[in-house]
């Protein structure tokens, strides 16, 4: 058996579980989740959503911008896909598609809002898992209605 190779499939599942533990933990609003994927300091890439520049942050102040970001919202679906992973030691790049959904109640203004782009992540393994340290969000489409 090829022990280096099962070690980078090992690798790059616990990667696409950081993202989707990710999701999961801001469609269901599960903030302790949620900081199970950060590392304490994370960089945040939000320009494409209009923020400003990247921001070094640590992981409590981004959680706080991301519940703002969907507390307008009665619900939220995340959905990643097309996970292109590399790894290199303890570093690793994770691009991959995101489609992300945001509803508000009927009768509500402005009910929904959809935003489609790319994650480009770097994750570094920590003792207890792959860690999100560099957070880049690319919208690349937007509709809202």
Aim: charged content about 25%; aromatic content about 12%; overall charge negative.
């Amino acid at each position: 058996m090829d022990w280096t190779r099962l070690q980078l499939l090992w690798d790059r599942m616990e990667i696409i579980d950081t993202l989707n533990r990710y999701a999961t933990s801001v469609d269901t609003r599960n903030w302790d989740l949620f900081l199970t994927c950060t590392t304490e300091e994370i960089v945040a890439d939000m320009v494409s959503l209009g923020f400003g520049e990247p921001m070094i942050l640590q992981a409590k102040d981004f959680l706080a911008i991301i519940r703002q970001a969907v507390s307008a919202f009665d619900r939220t679906q995340h959905l990643i896909s097309n996970h292109v992973i590399e790894i290199d030691g303890d570093r690793s790049t994770c691009v991959c598609y995101f489609q992300a959904q945001h509803f508000r109640q009927e009768g509500a203004d402005g009910r929904f809002l959809l935003i489609g782009g790319t994650y480009d992540h770097r994750l570094v393994r920590t003792p207890e898992g792959w860690r999100i340290c560099k957070y880049k969000v690319v919208k690349t489409w937007m509709t809202s209605g």
